[in-house]
């Protein structure tokens, strides 16, 4: 029961992963054909990430615009990511976005809250983590449908096994 178990839960992980890769895909590409508005960029830095072993470079920009009177913020840049972790990369990134700058703003025009500046790059994260996730999902699924058919074969021969009595 605890081996059914642990699949079951491997493959909701897998599944999630892979839901979440499949859709900043899906939002990269669609975003192209999302309508536009004009922004602007509120704040525009570098963040600087620390662990044991790295320092990463994120870059952080902030921009507003307003769809059918209603104003909103955002900081996705693109669905693809942006985090090359190279500090030349993040300043030449905030430096093309710097506070003030008028840019235009693809927005999801089922929720306007929804947004991008650079549209269509997927970004090779997002590839990793949806078919990391599917192939985790699939080895769990595959996991669980051999312990399945071997506790029916299990049962077969224990049945057998008390007919032949």
């Keep these: 029961m605890m081996k059914v178990l642990l699949a079951g839960l491997m493959l909701v992980f897998g599944g999630m992963l892979a839901f979440g890769g499949g859709r900043m895909l ?9 309508p536009t508005t004009e922004g602007t960029v509120v704040s525009s830095g570098v ?3 620390r662990n044991r072993r790295t320092t990463r470079f994120h870059p952080e920009v902030k921009y ?5 009177g209603h104003s909103y913020s955002a900081d996705t840049i693109s669905f693809g990511g942006n985090d090359t972790g190279a ?3 993040a300043q030449r990134l905030t430096h093309r976005y710097a506070s003030g700058t008028k840019l235009p703003v693809h927005y999801e025009p089922d929720d306007p809250a929804i947004a991008c500046v650079e549209c269509g790059n997927a970004g090779m994260s997002s590839y990793v983590v949806m078919f990391g996730g599917l192939a985790f999902a699939g080895l769990a699924g595959a996991g669980m449908v051999d312990m399945v058919r071997s506790d029916v074969r299990e049962r077969r021969r224990l049945k057998g096994q008390r007919l032949a009595r």
Aim: proline share 5%; no cysteine.
């Design 26 to 34: 899906y939002r990269a590409h669609a975003s192209e054909r999302w």
């Design 64 to 68: 507003e615009y307003s769809v059918g």
């Design 87 to 89: 500090l030349p990369d």
């Design 47 to 49: 963040e600087t990430v």
